[in-house]
């Protein structure tokens, strides 16, 4: 079988002009972002006043919902946890790291855990600055209301942090040893 070869040189000259010319093609003929939301406001079925009000009637819907899910850490595990056939707890399935719960506790506040009440005013402070009602702008986040109950797997916390040790619950500071090592390695960045 004897095997061909393509004259590279015709290829790539056909394919540097195809992609240098396509780019400049293209460029001219996109829209700029405000263009395209502005188009998009004039096609939504709904003005903003009216996305907003839906928004917000959603959005009271999910809170309500939320908060009969609050997850309160203080509550004691299941009697009988399921074990594998070998004895050891089972622990397969599947975990989502989705959280409003901040990494680190905030400055203003000083205990571990908020009161169920607490933990739906942060939670509704977090998903609220996180919302938008412009028809124009598309939102692909997890984290949207728009989202139906069982597809958002975001639930309030009572929590303050997701740090627990220590028990400030922020960040420690760097040893000794660790700002050398990062001192050392500075130069090489």
Not at 42 to 50: D, H, I, K, V
Not at 56 to 62: D, H, I, P, R, Y
Not at 68 to 96: E, S
Request: aromatic share 8%.
């Amino acid at each position: 079988m004897r095997k061909r070869a393509l004259p590279s040189g015709a290829v790539t000259l056909v394919l540097m002009v195809v992609l240098l010319w396509a780019p400049a093609r293209l460029e001219g003929q996109a829209p700029t972002r405000e263009q395209a939301q502005e188009a998009a406001r004039r096609t939504s079925f709904l003005t903003e006043e009216e996305a907003a009000k839906a928004w917000e009637a959603e959005l009271a819907k999910k809170i309500a919902e939320a908060t009969a899910r609050v997850y309160d850490p203080a509550t004691p595990p299941a009697a009988n946890p399921p074990k594998t056939p070998w004895g050891h707890p089972d622990l397969r399935g599947y975990y989502i790291t989705a959280t409003y719960t901040p990494l680190q506790r905030p400055n203003n506040v000083a205990k571990p855990l908020y009161t169920p009440e607490e933990a739906i005013i942060a939670f509704k402070t977090q998903a609220q600055t996180d919302a938008g009602a412009d028809p124009a702008v598309v939102h692909y986040d997890w984290k949207e209301f728009g989202m139906e109950a069982w597809q958002s797997p975001v639930r309030p916390n009572r929590r303050t942090a997701l740090i627990t040790d220590p028990a400030d619950g922020r960040v420690p500071s760097l040893t000794p040893e660790a700002q050398k090592r990062r001192a050392a390695a500075a130069p090489r960045r």
